[in-house]
Nanobody, 123 residues
């Protein structure tokens, strides 16, 4: 019942920035936590960032802390990932996900996923 559509990926040089967007529909967006995950070729899908239902609590993977910022606009049913100081190691398909809880602290609580958007960082 939840549909998620990512956009904003692309090719960017090392040190550059991108802003990913995820538009949600199908349920009351403001009641649930949202997250971003990524998957590089041949690797498992990894957690990147999460934001709680209110937008007041966030958390990040150590590899992106200080460089990436997650935010949400509940009036627009949209979550964002601002990515700065990008590195080649950030190259992956990035997925938006919706949790079944308000806080999304359990990484297994994300039951709904977007189609993914490719981010490629050149050296």
């Amino acid at each position: 019942q939840v549909q998620l559509v990512e956009s904003g990926g692309g090719l960017v040089p090392a040190g550059g920035s991108l802003r990913l967007s995820c538009a949600a529909s199908g349920r009351t967006f403001s009641n649930y936590a949202m997250g971003w995950f990524r998957q590089a070729p041949g690797k498992e899908r990894d957690f990147v960032a999460r934001i709680d239902w209110s937008g007041r609590s966030t958390s990040y993977a150590d590899s992106v802390k200080g460089r990436f910022t997650i935010s949400r606009d509940n009036a627009k049913n949209t979550v964002y990932l601002q990515m700065n100081s990008l590195k080649p190691e950030d190259t992956a398909v990035y997925y938006c996900a919706a949790s079944n809880s308000r806080y999304g602290l359990d990484k297994t609580s994300y039951d709904y996923w977007g189609q993914g958007t490719q981010v490629t960082v050149s050296s």
